[in-house]
């Protein structure tokens, strides 16, 4: 939800700092803070609203020069986007500035106790019981390292904090619980962030922190310990993109950029998974054939768009493999008493790696003794670290809050699992698998016809800027496409959006339908003839009663020429591929509308790229 960065080396910090705040601003905008150490004096700079906000004021007052800070753009959760509640917070003496992301749970009882100890507390965060927390334990002439150890021993709660003191301006100190934390190892200068784009211009060499942990980064040192103080051992790790790959590079906005760079992620995904001798290798599967054969079921769980991802990839693996999925909001799971056994898999799909409730879900999963595999775009995240086996997208960074190439990359991801799992079981012939990886990877280049093809939808968009409300309907895996039309939609261009099964539409939605309200149609393709007419039945019900049709179907498909208003041609592909191409026109389509209406694409209102609070 935040974005935290602190930085101890030899260049300015105030640079560094702003700079990776301006690489994390996804990760929250309602504020941004800075605090540097100079002169045995912390030195705050924090303003309401977006980075700029915070830039301005930085232009208009300098902070002294330091080589020492940290930083954080901000995601309320206790206390409106104001000045006062932006991080970072102090303490009564203005000693110390910390930084948090998460949720401190047992808040109220530290602010009363801290109440009655003489500490006057001005913001409404649960941040600030924090500050105060660590003057305490600093007064009694303990560094502060430890003083942060002895201050994690006493928080409830999910939390990365980062804090600085100005009586040890060499050192930067961190803790993480339940919430993101990586460390960029430097030449003569050490980062710490919560996600490696905040230090990919500087270093690509980076640390993996685990649960329950205290970093201390100076110049020339990083140090790991528990919050005991014992030393622990850490995972490095070199990241796989460059700097280049988190910039606009000429977009008017990342999600743009994002689609466009959606055959690549489909094909990196694929890359190297399919051996010379016809086999699927998946290098981080971590769970042995023997395993595999022991599955009974597999639970999807996800969030949001990962979610829509995991209803495609149900169709894949149910046909595949014979073994039953189930797909569930991880934000649902725990809380019903799910049946799990050894035999269940659960596989969790995250782009961040980070999102609170599906985290909570497969530790959930793993106390019931199910095992756990991770579909995850982001190398040292904490859940692919906590389950037995991941399969990473190879998407690269996506910056725009909305999720756009990491969906497909998810699908494509699931789709491997999927075909191991025939290969391993022996529920596909090795020719069947090897088919269905040469289908895939035809997949970027109809994307590419896709994206080249899009300006008839950029108008469409841009002639629809007075309509309130537009449904989207699919059936089969085009149901969740219709499901992530709306999602994108509404998150972009906070219009009303609801993605239907078009069978479901005479169950009522279809009370909706009037001339005012464009219906998207996904048709499948003619090769799943008795879906194929039932979704053209679909199209002339809603037709009839006046609603504007916008139809989606592959090339040569005739039936549907008649009943669309507006015609969307896609390249000719397998059923079960349909998704990957027929998503983009509407990623495209509310990519445009949003801006056409002015919002704000990368940065929607509301929203945080990464949830990491239930
Ligand atoms: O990082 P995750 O994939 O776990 O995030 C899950 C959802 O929060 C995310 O997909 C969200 O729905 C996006 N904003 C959709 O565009």
């Known amino acids: 939800m935040c974005g935290i960065v602190g930085y101890v080396g030899d260049k300015q910090a105030q640079e560094v700092v702003v700079e990776g705040l301006r690489r994390l601003e996804y990760r929250g905008y309602d504020s941004a803070g800075i605090a540097l150490v100079e002169g045995g004096v912390v030195h705050t700079t924090k303003r309401a609203g977006k ?9 208009d007052e300098p902070l002294p020069e330091s080589t020492t800070g940290l930083g954080h753009t901000r995601w309320a959760t206790h206390g409106p986007p104001t000045d006062l509640n932006a991080h970072p917070h102090t303490d009564c003496t203005g000693r110390v500035a ?32 924090v500050a105060h927390l660590l003057e305490e334990e600093l007064g009694g002439g303990t560094d502060l390292a430890q003083a942060m150890r002895a201050v994690c021993r006493q928080l409830q709660g999910a939390f990365t904090l980062v804090a600085i003191d100005g009586d040890q301006p060499d050192v930067v100190v961190a803790a993480r619980r339940n919430s993101p934390l990586v460390v960029g190892r430097g030449n003569g200068e050490n980062f ?16 993996e922190l685990g649960q329950d942990q205290v970093v201390t980064i100076s110049r020339d040192d990083v140090v790991v310990t528990d919050y005991d103080g014992a030393p622990v051992d850490v995972r490095e790790f070199h990241v796989d993109w460059d700097a280049a790959a988190a ?16 055959p690549q992620a489909v094909s990196d995904t694929l890359l190297g998974r399919y051996s010379p001798d016809g086999r699927l290798q998946l290098d981080e599967m971590r769970l042995s054939d023997d395993e595999l054969r022991e599955i009974d079921k597999v639970i999807i769980i996800a969030c949001g768009t990962a979610f829509y991802a995991g209803l495609v990839a149900k169709y894949a693996i149910e ?105 391993v079981r022996g529920t596909k012939f090795g020719d069947e698998i090897a088919g269905i990886v040469g289908q895939l990877q035809q997949i970027p280049a109809a994307i590419q016809r896709v994206l080249a093809e899009a300006e008839p939808v950029r108008e469409l968009a841009r002639s629809l800027v007075d309509t309130r409300s537009v449904l989207f309907l699919g059936r089969h895996v085009g149901y ?85 208003d507006e015609l969307i041609r896609l390249p000719k592909v397998p059923t079960l591929l349909q998704p990957l191409v027929a998503t983009v026109p509407l990623q495209i389509f509310a ?24």
């Open 51 to 59: 980075l700029a906000n915070l830039d301005k004021a930085l232009a």
């Open 98 to 129: 910390l930084v948090h992301n998460g949720i401190i749970e047992n808040f109220a009882q530290l602010r009363i106790a801290l109440g009655g100890r003489g500490h006057t507390l001005t913001s409404d965060t649960d941040t600030e019981a």
């Open 192 to 207: 710490v962030a919560s996600d490696v784009a905040a230090f990919i211009s500087h270093t690509r060499d980076a640390i």
């Open 247 to 262: 910039e606009k590079g000429g977009y008017a906005w990342f999600m743009l950029k994002e689609i466009d760079e959606q």
């Open 319 to 423: 046909h595949w493999t014979r073994i039953p999925c189930e797909v569930e909001l991880a934000s649902e799971f725990r809380y019903r008493d799910p049946v799990l056994s050894h035999g269940t898999l659960v596989v969790a799909i995250s782009q961040s790696g980070e999102t609170m409730d599906t985290l909570m879900a497969i530790r959930h999963a793993r106390q019931q003794g199910s095992r756990v595999l991770a579909v995850c775009n982001t190398n040292g995240s904490t859940i692919p670290r906590e389950s037995d086996a991941v399969i990473y997208t190879h998407a690269g960074p996506e910056v725009a809050v909305a999720g756009t190439k990491t969906f497909l990359a998810q699908i494509v991801a699931c789709y491997l699992l999927g075909l191991y799992l025939a290969q």
């Open 480 to 564: 969740p496409v219709a499901l992530e039309g709306a999602l994108k939609l509404k998150e972009l261009a906070y219009i009303h959006a609801e993605g239907f099964a078009a069978g479901e539409l005479k169950h009522g939605p279809i009370a909706l339908i009037d001339h005012r309200v464009p219906v998207f149609v996904v048709v499948p393709p003619k090769g799943r003839d008795m879906l194929h007419d039932k979704v053209v039945s679909n199209i002339q019900e809603i037709r009839a009663r006046g609603a504007r049709t916008i139809v989606l179907a592959e090339d040569g498909d005739e039936d549907v020429v008649a009943y669309a």
């Open 591 to 614: 990519c445009e509308l949003a801006d056409a209406l002015g919002r704000d694409v990368d940065q929607p209102r509301n929203l945080a790229k990464s949830v990491t609070v239930e």
